[in-house]
């Protein structure tokens, strides 16, 4: 199994030749120049929140292989109020755990703000947990450090995705803290550098998960990584 990254908070998680691609915002990312949304082509799309910043090309990328798009039932509306027909649509809530082909995936809570581009209310912003052949995968979506996440450590994450850009989402600190509260070794830094208010000083902030004895990763867009 392997993830690809394709900037902000948009990366493609590859099961053994199922392809699921969370949060697609490319062409609108000044730093993701290099990659064209039209050229993916994943079979599932999963939406942890509704923002611009995380839906822009959702259609484009839906499009491309007829892909099914799950989300909050909020923005699982939203997804269908732009052509998406509703059998390529999972509507389902914080709590629930889908079973699917290449495994299951639960959604959790996440501590941010959700609407849709038109301004509509999103629901709940989310995170979810993807348990795939033995391994699990804690996605955080944008969010705060919240309490919430020590009930997570009953999931043995292996791999934690989490924003450390600050301003918009919890920085580098608190992600620490919330890999510790997950007690997860392993960490993926998503949402920075992609404008001013999220840039980090990268040597810095692999300084201070290297105190924590956390690993961290930073990953590069375009490039994929095995899990």
Same mark, same amino acid.
């Given at each position: 199994?392997?993830?690809?990254?394709y900037?902000? /908070?948009?990366?493609?998680? &590859?099961f053994d030749g199922?392809k699921?691609?969370?949060?697609p915002?490319? +062409?609108? #990312?000044?730093?993701?120049?290099?990659v064209?949304?039209e050229d993916?082509?994943?079979?599932?799309? %999963?939406? +942890?929140? *509704?923002?611009?910043d995380?839906?822009?090309?959702?259609?484009t990328?839906q499009?491309?292989? #007829? /892909?099914?798009?799950?989300?909050?039932?909020e923005?699982?509306n939203?997804?269908k109020?732009?052509?998406v027909?509703?059998?390529k @649509?999972?509507? %389902? #809530?914080?709590?629930?755990?889908? #079973?699917?082909?290449?495994g299951?995936?639960?959604?959790v809570?996440? /501590?941010?703000s959700?609407?849709?581009?038109?301004? =509509?209310?999103?629901?709940?912003?989310?995170?979810?947990? %993807?348990?795939?052949? *033995?391994?699990t995968?804690?996605? =955080?979506?944008?969010?705060?450090l +919240?309490? $919430?996440?020590?009930?997570l450590?009953r999931?043995?994450v &292996?791999y934690a %995705?989490?924003?450390?850009g600050g301003?918009?989402?919890?920085? /580098?600190?608190?992600a620490?803290?919330?890999?510790?509260?997950?007690?997860?070794?392993?960490v @993926? *830094?998503?949402?920075?550098?992609s404008?001013?208010p999220?840039?980090?000083? $990268?040597?810095?902030v $692999?300084?201070?998960?290297?105190?924590? &004895?956390?690993?961290?990763?930073?990953p590069?867009?375009?490039?994929?990584? $095995?899990?």
């Open positions: 199994m392997k993830y690809t990254y900037g902000h /908070a948009c990366f493609e998680f &590859d199922t699921v691609l969370l949060d915002f490319i +062409t609108y #990312n000044p730093i993701a120049k290099e064209k949304a993916l082509a994943p079979d599932y799309i %999963f939406l +942890t929140h *509704g923002h611009e995380h839906v822009a090309d959702m259609v990328v499009k491309k292989k #007829n /892909a099914t798009v799950a989300a909050i039932v923005t699982a939203w997804v109020n732009q052509g027909h509703a059998d @649509v999972i509507d %389902f #809530n914080l709590g629930g755990t889908l #079973n699917l082909p290449f299951k995936v639960k959604m809570f996440a /501590a941010h959700n609407s849709t581009p038109d301004g =509509s209310y999103g629901g709940f912003p989310v995170g979810f947990v %993807f348990i795939v052949k *033995g391994k995968i804690y996605v =955080s979506g944008d969010t705060a +919240t309490m $919430e996440m020590k009930l450590e999931y043995q &292996d %995705f989490l924003p450390i301003h918009y989402t919890m920085d /580098a600190e608190d620490v803290i919330a890999a510790q509260f997950i007690k997860c070794k392993h @993926v *830094g998503t949402h920075f550098n404008f001013p999220i840039e980090i000083d $990268e040597i810095a $692999e300084k201070l998960f290297s105190e924590a &004895d956390v690993d961290l990763t930073l590069e867009i375009g490039k994929s990584y $095995e899990l």
